[in-house]
């Protein structure tokens, strides 16, 4: 038997941020194309290219939805994207990214500081976004650079 993922989350029984959640480490409320959601840090760290550098991804360039912007990568062919949808989740956003250092800024969760993360957002068609947990700075490298990513869930609040 398949197990179901978790679609949903009732608003009372959302735990404490950094607590566990659907799989993954609950790390705050935000609104998302006009539904509250909750964000979910995933256990599993990725590794690989972004895309092609040079071609541009049409619907990779949400500022704040990257689960759209990450199916548009998996279509596109991104390996690092499709391993991200197979775990359940989606590589964050730009938004997405700076609430995750928000939340490890306040010691709720743990990110790796020592290697930049790649955020789903695409700047263009040479480069897209990555963030340094480390400071919380937000940069644009080409698309072929090898970067992690740390996949992320979110669920409707109901």
Known sequence: MTKQAQQTVLAAELPERGKPL???VFV???WLNGVECALILLPDELNGVWGEYGVK???AGSYSDGEANTRAMAEAGSEIAV???ELGGFIPSCLEGQLLMAA???GLVELRDDR???LSTQRSADTAYCMDFADGWLYYDGKGDERLAR???SLPIQ
Do not use: Q, S
């Open 22 to 24: 659907a799989g993954g």
């Open 28 to 30: 705050t409320r935000y």
């Open 57 to 59: 991804i049409e619907g």
């Open 83 to 85: 391993k991200a949808l």
């Open 104 to 106: 490890k800024a306040d």
């Open 116 to 118: 930049y993360h790649w």
């Open 151 to 153: 996949p992320v869930r």
